[in-house]
């Protein structure tokens, strides 16, 4: 076979890890139907970080959840089709559930105190969450979990095993978090805001680690933020979520240096950064909307300074000046 050929030949087709497609939740109960996640689509590859910004209430954590069914079953309504690793998420069982969930899919969230287990050593956490996974023996488990809290780069590994979580600093606590998602080698990484609750300093440690060991590893990662410089230091696509939807999506550097939604174009603007010395920070105005009664057309209508009457008609189709950059706005 000729170079020529080798080179006319196209490359395979990645199958991805992560394909949602038309994703809805809603929360029934007496009162009202609160619609969280009104009909999102993506796909992640293997080895990419998937960054969703938006404001607090726009459904970013919502989505994670429901991408492991960690939403109380009794209250929650969900729709369309999540397929992770080959797997069809909404069809699985219970037994099938747990597998997945520390196995196949593992989750960073955004306060370890409430999620660390208080009476339980660090240690202990982490070797249960191997055993059950792999089915390995207790030394082999209590070796493996000396390994990630070395790999997560926590000072005195061995000392710390022992330690429970309200022994360990804020920044340590968020580190073996870390090192519980990754003990069963977990393909995807879901990550909700975990560097909210740090300092400055210790914020960029774990941003700079996560992507560390993000390549080393190979997972794919979703990454919760309202942070715009979180996104531009881990991302490798951003989707700005607003009241449910996907309203722009596209590579980091697309949608940071050319935003197309006016919702991003506010988030962009009300961002603080060292060349807004001595000027007045813009601002969106309003509020995000009530979404147990979202309004007929687009959801920003009410607070964008570019409203035409055609937006309060319909919601938006997706729009694609150029095919990998998409937006939910008339204007486009």
């Known amino acids: 076979m000729t170079t020529e050929t080798l080179e006319q030949r196209p490359a395979a087709a990645t199958t991805p890890l992560v394909s949602v497609r038309d994703m809805t939740v809603k929360f029934v109960s007496k009162e009202a139907t609160v619609h969280a996640v009104n009909g999102v689509s993506f796909s992640l590859d293997p080895g990419e970080v998937l960054v969703i910004l938006g404001e607090s209430g726009s459904g970013k954590s919502v989505s994670l959840r429901a991408l492991m069914r960690l939403l109380p079953a009794r209250k929650t309504v969900i729709g369309g089709s999540i397929t992770v690793a080959g797997q069809d998420v909404l069809a ?14 593992a989750m960073i969230f955004q306060e370890p105190m409430t999620a660390l ?11 249960e969450t191997i055993i059950r996974h792999e089915g390995v023996s207790r030394a ?25 979580p309200h022994e360990l600093s804020g920044g340590l606590r968020q580190r073996a978090m870390i090192a519980i998602a990754l003990a069963c080698r977990p393909k995807l990484l879901l990550a909700d805001e975990p560097t909210t609750a740090l300092d400055a300093t210790v914020q960029i440690q774990i941003l700079l680690l996560l992507r560390k060991l993000q390549q080393e590893l190979g997972m794919g990662v979703i990454f919760v933020t309202h ?8 991302a ?3 989707a700005v979520m607003y009241a449910g939807r996907f309203v722009e999506e596209g590579p980091v550097s697309e949608v940071m240096l050319r935003p197309l939604h006016p919702y991003t174009q506010g988030l962009m603007g009300s961002t603080v950064h060292a060349g807004l010395r001595g000027t007045r920070l813009a601002a969106i105005p309003g ?20 409203v035409e009457e055609a937006c309060r008609v319909a919601v938006p189709d997706e729009r694609r000046p150029i095919p990998i950059h998409m937006a939910r706005c008339i204007r486009v």
């Open 117 to 127: 287990d208080p009476v339980f050593t660090i240690g202990t956490q982490i070797a």
């Open 92 to 105: 699985m069982d219970e037994r099938q559930l747990e597998d997945l969930r520390g196995g196949q899919v």
């Open 236 to 238: 490798d696509r951003v």
């Open 227 to 234: 942070d715009l410089g979180v996104a531009g230091e881990i």
């Open 287 to 306: 509020a995000p909307p009530n979404l147990a009664r979202l309004p007929e057309g687009c959801a920003f209508a009410p607070r964008c300074a570019s």
């Open 140 to 164: 082999a488990a209590d070796a493996r979990a000396l390994e990630l809290l070395e790999l997560v780069q926590i000072p005195s590994a061995k000392r710390r095993l022992s330690n429970y």
